[in-house]
């Protein structure tokens, strides 16, 4: 904390998410940006709290061992679900060294889904829950089809069919000379499309495509105690990077709130409570929300 | 814990909930049930870890401190909107010096939707949310009902109307010789009534209107960020006791996890987290849900 009491926080990387983070820090009331640093950028003058890790996800965990070593925590959206408990464990253990907190995989999904899932699995332990996905641009999948040679520009959009199973609908914008047909079948012979089913598109101009919403429809149907047939849902339909930045701005002072408590390590959403993720007093927040 | 390191649970009062969280005890995989207590039984022989306080709603501070003094957690579903948070301080005193845990308006609202309420203000931190209701019976209004001159029986069952609007939609038995005008008018002037759209209708039996169904429609539109019209919508269609006891019998777990981690003190539900709800351990509640 500095003198005036608000939380300093510091931005690394400015894509998409980095801006979204700009934005949430300038409406929090409680937080002051110390600064936003490009991706390849020398690190050594930064002061902070807390660090918001907008860089690719892959180089997450690089840049938060590095912060984390400094004594500043971070928070990030990592978002390659079956690594982030390997990942969890490893920044636990040097959070806890450094007395700092790392909160990882805070975006939507991983992140408030998950906290949403977690909570449906207390109120209905049994059954069967389907995340569905979209409609919207999956960024992995977009990256993916970029990929492919010939493909100049591409978008490829989640279309949730119910169940957790998707369509994927990807756009392709082709370089000079490129064939089509020759894209298309490599397409759909790479791993990332060959499990679903996919449709690809030629078009004119990716650019014309550019939309950033996306949605999420969670439904669950399980039993509470030894009653049947209890039927849950979370819908939303929303800007992506702007929730994913609100989400990391209300971490970090979540993060700022575990420091106080001396609680040290690693966080997954579902390991936080709501109510630390909030702006306010205790008694201001209980008396509104619960 | 006892020495096969089952958490031992006890149950105080016996109507609609302490027979769902008997239900939901003898589901869960971590717990033991020590005893059933009738509302006016002797408790002085009641041994457990945590006592799940199922007696009507005002008389659950006293219990729940009698509990706690004798260094057993409790967890409640106290309901009373406007009283939680003095409830939260008087009882976190005690907890406190006693070495112990209470969990309090552990329900669905208050509970589990104050929690997905935090959790919406944390992904859209400005804008409006709604929390509708039913259709479902409303315990408060239908006790109300009940207790006008020449109302044998009674249910008033709440019907959303949408923005946080509800209509009442009260059925009465009447009592031999009682007149329907006379118990509208009286009806209708009750303050329970007087300020939402009521509709007073007789019926032979409400026996045959019996029905434990409940809902919830909760909406928010807000802003992350400077980005307007995110928006987010939970829904749920439940048996209203089952769900109630789960969730109790799930913040039982949390109540035992934070005596461990020694934080004592009283919790409602927006301050727990999500994963200390849950049964199992870390890693395979985290690789599964985030």
């Given at each position: 904390m500095t003198t005036n009491n608000k939380l300093k926080v510091a931005i690394i990387g400015y894509g998409n998410i980095g801006k979204a983070c700009e934005e949430a820090l300038a409406t929090a009331p409680d937080m002051e940006l110390t600064g936003i640093y490009h991706h390849n950028d020398n690190l050594d003058n930064l002061t902070a709290d807390v660090a918001l890790l907008c860089v690719p996800t892959r180089e997450v965990p690089v840049y938060a061992e590095k912060m984390l070593r400094r004594g500043i925590s971070t928070v990030d959206s990592f978002d390659i679900h079956g690594q982030i408990f390997d990942l969890r464990q490893k920044l636990a253990a040097v959070a806890k060294e450094a007395k700092a907190v790392s909160i990882i995989s805070a975006g939507w999904d991983p992140g408030t889904d998950s906290a949403i899932r977690a909570l449906l699995m207390a109120m209905a332990p049994k059954g069967l829950t389907y995340t569905n996905f979209g409609p919207g641009r999956s960024m992995g999948h977009t990256v993916a089809a970029k990929a492919i040679a010939g493909v100049k520009n591409a978008l490829s959009m989640t279309i949730p069919l119910g169940t957790g199973i998707h369509r994927r609908m990807v756009y392709v914008e082709l370089e000079e000379g490129a064939q089509f047909e020759t894209v298309k079948k490599a397409l759909l012979a790479d791993d990332y499309f060959a499990h679903d089913e996919t449709h690809v598109i030629e078009v004119p101009s990716i650019d014309a495509l550019n939309n950033v919403a996306h949605g999420v429809h969670l439904v669950r149907s399980g039993v509470s105690g030894t009653t049947h047939n209890q039927r849950f849902e979370f819908n939303m339909e929303i800007n992506n990077p702007a929730l994913t930045g609100q989400v990391m701005v209300s971490c970090a002072r979540a993060a700022a709130r575990l420091c106080t408590e001396q609680r040290y390590g690693a966080y997954t959403?579902?390991?936080?409570?709501?109510?630390?993720?909030?702006?306010?007093?205790e008694e201001t927040n209980i008396r509104a929300l619960v």
């Open positions: 959403l579902i390991e936080l409570s709501p109510l630390s993720l909030l702006p306010g007093d």
